[in-house]
Each structure stands twice: as C-alpha cells, then as structure tokens.
C-alpha cells in the first residue's frame, strides 16, 4: 500500500529489553531471586511511551489515537485491555482512543499499520506502541503459550516446543534441498551477537558467540523431541524470550505543521506491504511465500527494488528465518541468503546492513514489540541515531520485515529520510 497521504516517524524509544542472560535480570539463580522482581508490563510501557514523547518532543495531548501490539498479555501477566494501560502510564494520553491489536509476533508491525490507516482519515499525530512480558513462566510453559500463534487444534502435539520444530523442519529441507550447511546458517548467529553488543538496550548485550559455538550440535543444545529435526534446531538457532516495550510517534502533513516539524527532521513510510495466510495450512519449507507477497507489495508501491535499500531489520525469530527472508525480500536469488552472510554484505560495514542492532536473536524478542522495534530501527539508522552501531556512512531507504507464525501474517514497511 502506498499511503493516500505522507505518513512520517518522528522517532520514539525502547524500554531496555531483558531476560535470562541480561545483565541484573532476576531469574531463579539471581541472589535476590523472590526478594526483587523484574519491570513489569507497566514498567516497560512506561519506559518506552514517556521515552518517545521525551525524544520527540511531542506533546502528548496532541496525539489523537494509537494502538499497541500485544500477542500473551493474559497468559503471561494476567493483563489484557493493553490499550487502556497507555493513558495509566501516560496521563496526558487520558481520553484518546487506543486499542490493542495481536497479529502474534507482527503484532507491532500490525500497530503501525492500523496508526497509517488511522492517520489517513481524521488523525494527525498517532501513537504506536508494543509490548511483552515472557519471563513469568518456564520454557515449556512459554512455548505452549506461543504455539497459540500456530493453529493449535491440528498442530500442537508436533512438539514441546512447537516453533522451533515448525523452523527445524524449514532448516533441515533448505539445507539438505541446497547443500546449505549448518555453519553457513549459523553466521546469522555470530552477526546477531556481535551487532548486540554494542547496543545498550539489547536483552543479550553482554553475550558474544563464536561460530564454533553457533554451528555445534550437542547433546546439551539440542531440546526437539522429534529425532530427525532435532540436530537442525539448537538453542544458539533460536531468538530470545525477552521482556520489553517499544513506542513511536507518526504524523501526516497536517501533524507536522501543528507540531512545527519540517521533513528533513523525521523519515516517511513510503510504501507497506501485508499478507496473511490461513493457519495450520501447508506450505512450502524452502521459500517464505506469504513474506514474499508482503515484500513485493511493498516494492511495488515505493517503486523500488532490492538493490535500492541502504537498511534492513528482518524478523530473524531462528537463524534460518533470516536466511530464508533474504530471499524472500530479493536481497540473494533462492538458495543464496547464506551467501550473503558469507561475503560479510549485511555486516554493519557491509553493503546492505541487516538487524544492526542485534535482531531478535541479540537485541531480543519481545513478541508484541518487535515490529514497532523495527521500524523505530530503522527510523533510527536514517537519521543517525545508534551510536556505537550506526552504520557509517549516509542511508536513504530502509525496510523492515516482521512476521507473525510460520510465515501466516507479513508486515513489510519501506522508510526513506526526508530530507
């Protein structure tokens, strides 16, 4: 979709993500486990709505309307009504509409996507924030609760851990279909790792992988219970269950002028692309069919191709999630993405900079918040903005991919600086 009028990112923040391997999390074996508690819902939805007014400059009571993504509030926390927590964390925000919208993990992205329809009728000035706790509870527990972004009625017994199966069977068919090896797609680790630590607000920024460790099979990495996609899943494939808000502020045209803004102080969303496919339907394991649809949409209506983007956040959920959306975004011909890791091109130096700050396997996986995190990364990279892993020259096109279930909901945002 191409926006009927300009729709522009003023910028926004990031609660600091954590969960187990963040530095002062409070897990089971921390001293003060039972005496301390982590942030809550609340907390980081304050952090990063007060975070993005403070960064903006942006009067609340000018923002007309918002939404938050949010996929296991009530499984997780016992929280739902996400929505009306946004005027308790921000009380200026008292009486404005807002809502929560859950597309599973591309509920952030479905947030801002629900702000530009909003923003293309009566609003000016929107909020578009996303959140998620997951640290409540087990692994397995947390699994189970995830496993409700698959259909679960007909797909539920596959496995304990019903995602990571779902992603080992795409590992295992890739790899084997293209004389891929696990060293190639465990580059996607190494790169996610060293990218998050030079990210203050990364859930994993004190942690660093070799590729040794990436690539290796053992008996203590390995968690499947099926026997023959068990070796193509370990935990160094998979991204975090992290706790964390993200938050950003969008205006038209008409919310520019009344905050006195110009377009060289923010970037524009030039081009969206969305696609759903029905869950628990079959698909094909070699190819990210549904992303694609979403991707083409996008590069249709910003009228730009592959080689045009300076950027990219992709939904690296599992190492070979990023691979595979490598080719499903047109940055490498299928059958390919890893040769991309392997020349270094989405390196920070590289020619297309790929989840500079860490992606979801480093910077971490707070389902709700992911999308939002990534259009706010990218926001970020165009103007400027990420310190010690800004990439180091000047950017102009950026995108973002984000999606939700095995390849069910695609979200696909094409920004470009204004100025």
């Known amino acids: 979709m191409k926006p009927a009028k300009g729709v522009f990112v003023l910028g926004g923040a990031h609660s600091v993500y954590i969960g187990r391997g963040a530095p002062g999390f409070v897990g089971k074996d921390h001293p003060d486990f039972g005496k301390v508690s982590n942030p809550s819902v609340e907390d980081h939805l304050r952090d990063a709505v007060l975070g993005a007014v403070n960064e903006t400059g942006v009067d609340p009571s000018l923002i007309d309307k918002g939404y938050v993504g949010n996929f296991l509030g009530e499984l997780f926390t016992k929280q739902g009504q996400m929505g009306a927590l946004l005027p308790r964390v921000c009380p200026a925000l008292d009486g404005k509409p807002f809502a929560r919208v859950d597309a599973a993990c591309a509920s952030g992205g479905i947030a ?15 909020l578009a924030a996303g959140v998620e706790v997951e ?36 590992a295992k068919v890739y ?11 465990a580059l996607a680790v190494v790169k996610a790792y060293k990218n998050g630590q030079k990210n203050p607000k990364a859930h994993m920024r004190a942690a660093s992988i070799d590729l040794d460790t990436a690539a290796a099979v053992t008996s203590k990495n390995q968690f499947l219970s099926d026997v023959e996609l068990r070796p193509h899943m370990t935990l160094s494939d998979c991204s975090q269950l992290s706790d964390g808000a993200s938050a950003l502020i969008l205006a038209n045209e008409t919310g520019l002028q009344k905050l006195g803004l110009s377009p060289s102080s923010v970037t524009e969303i030039t081009a969206t692309g969305c696609a759903v496919a029905g869950l628990g339907l ?8 549904n992303a694609a649809r979403a991707a083409a949409e996008a590069y249709r209506d910003a009228n730009i191709g592959p080689n045009d983007l300076s950027v990219a956040e992709v939904h690296d959920c599992f190492s070979i999630t990023e691979v595979q959306l490598y080719e499903a ?13 392997k020349d270094g091109l989405t390196e920070i130096n590289g ?39 800004q990439v180091p020259r000047a ?8 999606i939700g279930g095995d390849d069910r909901t695609a979200v696909v945002v094409v920004q470009q600086s204004s100025g």
């Open 395 to 402: 950017l102009s096109v950026g995108m973002s991919a984000n």
């Open 112 to 126: 801002v996507l629900a702000c530009i329809d909003a923003l293309m009728g009566s609003a000016d000035i929107c």
């Open 282 to 289: 079959p698909n094909d394991p070699l190819f990210l069919h």
């Open 329 to 341: 975004l047109g940055f490498a011909e299928r059958g390919k993405g890893t040769h991309l890791l």
């Open 135 to 170: 640290t409540t509870v087990g692994s397995r527990d947390a699994a189970d609760f995830m496993a409700r972004a698959a259909h679960y009625a007909s797909e539920r017994a596959k496995d304990d851990f019903l995602f990571p199966h779902l992603f080992a069977r795409r």
């Open 351 to 389: 020619r297309l900079p790929v989840n500079t700050g860490g992606g979801l396997m480093s910077f971490g996986h707070p389902v709700g918040a992911t999308g939002v995190k990534q259009i706010l990364e990218v926001h970020r990279q165009l103007m400027g903005k990420c310190g010690a892993y």
């Open 175 to 185: 790899t084997e279909h293209y004389g891929v090896s696990r060293r190639d797609v």
